[in-house]
């Protein structure tokens, strides 16, 4: 018998894939509990339609630098928050289920968190505001092309600003200019 060792590690990178076709909530679930033990997979599924994401490095060192530093802020600030991740959010009646990158409840814990954060390294193809719509989440950051986006909930609709409601004295720009620096320890002072 031989045995064959690889000379380097690989790492998946994000990938988006929209399953062709339209599938009902039970054919969802059905095709969820198939791809159960996949690992790094992530399920969205909006109105029939659903999307499979692979979670690469470069994803979740982004996501991880990201929460680090809103924690870090809203612990200097003395903010009561509740870290919930990337807990599914999930409704039939919604015809929505989806697991942000991570999420915070601001305050007391409520029916769904204040604050989801989503990291795009590759387009997709659902409408990713529609998804935290259906649930009332207050604000969504979007980490896109090196730079966060911003939108907050307003009579039902989402309007993108450029400074969170929630958090109002973060300095949005330092906190994205900090997830660019490679250096982890730069990057907290």
Known sequence: MTIQTLDKTTTISEQRFLLPGYYTWKEFEIIETLTADAGNLRITYLDGYIEFMTLGEEHENIKKIIAILIEAYLFEKGINFIPVGSA???AKE?????EPDESYYIGEKKENPDLAIEINITSGS?????????FNITEVWFWENNQLS?????????????????????DIDLLASCVLETSTKKMIQ
């Open 94 to 98: 919604k015809s929505a289920s989806f």
């Open 88 to 90: 599914t959010r999930r």
């Open 126 to 134: 659902i409408d990713k505001l529609e998804k935290y719509k259906r």
């Open 150 to 170: 911003l939108y907050h909930l307003k009579n039902d609709n989402y309007e993108q600003i450029n400074q969170s409601e929630l958090l109002p004295d973060l």
